[in-house]
């Protein structure tokens, strides 16, 4: 199937795009072998360099399957350097590790030409499940990159109306919800259990406690806009 785009406006100007695939000559088949699920925290790309740093988190069941897994990694073609293992506050079984691999030939490589402006991805048993939102004209030249890095099992693309939302746009939120928030989460008001109400907040300001309410609503709702983007991501797969 053939995509074609002709962005009219700013609704048209970004498409999300889906694809599933297994990329040949890639660290990412490593997983083939191991209980290991892989998620991309940053990724900074250095063309003119031919590498990229990435920071990302690793979901490994048992420290003799980490173990042997970055051994294997640490021989990967593809991984210049490993930098660092450490395990994340989070969770026990998670650990981030921060590395730098080659530019030519990889996906994020391949994104980053195309400029994409947000990915996100989950790497297990071998495949490569991302999503990326990039300039609509993009798409199709895109697609034809990836079938050249390997099989690819699903791609597809939808337009993303409003596409810098997945951006955090600072002037969405007014100065008295930002500093609001700020403070409550500094308070403990998100903690759980709470460290502090909505009356210690609004102490704190010197508002009342209505008022204090309401500016806390209106920024959580801006803040879950961000489910506008899982709401995409999980359509788009389903289409």
Known sequence: MILKYAPRNLDDKFSMVYFRMTH??????????????????????????????????????????????????????????LVGLSISELKGNVYIVDLYETYSGMIQGKLSDYNSIFDFDLVKHGVEEKYA??????????????????????????????????????????????????????????????????????????????????YIRNAESKTMTSMKLFKLMNDLKRL
């Open 133 to 214: 939102v990039i300039p609509s004209e993009n798409v199709n030249d895109l697609k034809n990159e990836l079938q050249s890095l390997g099989h690819v099992y699903e791609f597809r693309a939808k337009y993303f109306p409003n596409f810098y939302e997945v951006l955090m746009p600072y002037f969405n939120f007014s100065p008295i919800e930002m500093q609001i928030m700020l403070e409550a989460y500094n308070q403990g008001y998100y903690d759980i259990p709470r460290r502090a109400g909505i009356r210690e907040i609004a102490e704190y300001f010197g508002l009342s406690k209505s008022t204090v309410q309401e």
């Open 24 to 81: 040949d000559n890639c660290w990412s088949r490593i997983t083939e072998n191991y209980d290991v699920m892989v998620h991309t925290l940053k990724l900074l790309p250095f063309k003119d360099r031919d590498i990229i740093y990435g920071l990302f988190e690793l979901k490994v069941r048992g420290k003799h399957t980490l173990r042997d897994f970055m051994r294997e990694l640490s021989r990967s073609g593809t991984v210049k350097k």
